[in-house]
């Protein structure tokens, strides 16, 4: 049964949405006899998750918000951006009622596919440390920005360069600080992959945490969340960082779905698996010569085509939430059941955008775009947990 989350229009109300998805989705239990690699993914940072959570100096910085029983109706409360890519987070965001300002990204394909699906707001597609604050300006004409949204790239981070502004490899995040110093927001909202909550020893981390109290954001918060506990069919985590000006506690979802209760992979694509390639938008994948075929069938689910690079060409396991999907040099997680990879439109269902939402690009450019996007179910959620504090200090 298909999974439905992917229609943007289709739902009237947030709690008939989570009621129908209810219904309509068949969840698994994760016993260790059943998901193998994909127990592993779920658990990988469990520990860290759990110290996090348990800091007692930490925890007086941040509520959780049963995001379910907030409102989706539109509001005026707006939202910016950064670093958005094809737009997961802008996708989610809008499905939690809030209104698009502005988005920036460097990237030619992922700027045309925001374009495309968000004509109603501003993008830039610039280098971010090009955008000038009369540039922003000019794009807001005086409209008041409650939340920035960004994940400014980490490939680069160290806390020497965090702290040296000569220093190119953590420039991205400044440029992110420098503009939220800027708009001065209600809330700032920054996601990244959770291997930046161990760099050099958690010291990046709480260099950043430094950086945002500078610039008007004390006691920031930061807390890992796992995709797949708020409905999204992928074990996919996170590092969440929020701050506010305001003096609230930064506000997060609370999980809803605990591992048994997690949407499988099929539940989301089963029913595209007889679908012809591009007979809907996106559905496009690698076209495989027949004895690369063979070589694939004899991948087993966990199982890998080659012993390096072994992300790529990784079957995917039948009856549990999908491995974290990715574009990996050239290579893609390979079906459950066929013999291919994944399509991008499947890939794009695991990551909860709509169908509607057409990528811009080439399939592996959209592979690219898909693969590195926040989920928009678990985007939306975030963007109500701060929707639920923005109520209480609205004029």
């Known amino acids: ?83 958005s890519g094809a737009g997961g987070i802008s996708v989610g965001s809008r499905q939690a009622g809030l209104q698009k300002v502005l988005s920036i990204d460097i990237d030619q394909d992922a ?34 920005v409650n939340i920035v949204f960004g994940g400014p790239p980490c490939q680069g981070f160290s806390v020497a360069g965090l702290r040296d502004p000569k220093d190119p490899r953590n420039q991205l995040f ?12 209600d809330y700032i909202v920054m996601e990244n992959v959770p291997g930046i909550l161990s760099m050099d020893g958690g010291r990046v981390k709480d260099e950043i945490i430094r950086q945002f109290s500078e610039v008007g954001y004390p006691d920031m918060s ?27 506690p930064n506000s997060y979802p609370k999980e809803f779905l605990a591992r048994p209760d997690y949407y499988s992979i099929e539940s989301a694509i089963e029913d595209l698996k007889d679908v012809k390639r591009n007979d809907v938008p996106n559905h496009e994948w690698t076209k495989h010569s027949k004895e690369f075929e063979m070589l694939i069938a004899q991948v087993p689910p966990g199982g890998s085509l080659y012993k390096t690079f072994r992300d790529a060409f990784k079957r995917q396991y039948r009856g549990v939430p999908s491995m974290a999907i990715k574009e990996n040099h050239g290579g893609c997680h390979i079906h459950y059941e066929l013999n291919r990879v994944l399509s991008a439109r499947e890939m794009a269902r695991l990551q909860t955008f709509p169908d509607d939402f057409v990528f811009s690009g080439r399939f592996k450019r959209v592979y690219w775009q898909v693969g590195n996007a926040v989920p928009c179910l678990m985007a939306r959620h975030i963007a109500l947990a701060v929707r639920s504090q923005l109520e209480l200090i609205k004029p």
């Open 174 to 185: 400044r440029e992110y600080v420098r503009i939220v110093a800027h708009i001065r927001p």
């Open 1 to 83: 049964m298909q999974l439905n989350l992917f229609s943007e229009s289709d739902s009237p109300t947030h709690a008939q949405d989570v009621e129908r998805a209810g219904k309509e989705a068949q969840p698994v239990g994760l016993n260790r006899s059943r998901t193998g690699g994909a127990r592993d993914a779920v658990s990988r940072y469990s520990k860290l998750k759990a110290s996090l959570d348990r800091n007692l100096i930490a925890i007086g910085r941040w509520s959780e918000v049963d995001t379910r029983a907030v409102s989706i109706a539109p509001c005026d409360f707006s939202y910016i951006d950064l670093f």
């Open 111 to 144: 700027s045309n596919t925001i374009r495309q699906n968000f004509p109603e707001s501003l993008h830039l597609e610039m280098p971010i440390e090009k955008v000038s604050t009369g540039l922003i300006d000019n794009a807001l004409n005086g409209r008041r």
């Open 222 to 248: 930061v807390r890992i969340l796992e995709a797949a506990a708020f409905g999204v069919p992928q074990l996919r985590t996170r590092a969440i960082f929020i701050a506010n000006r305001h003096g609230l």
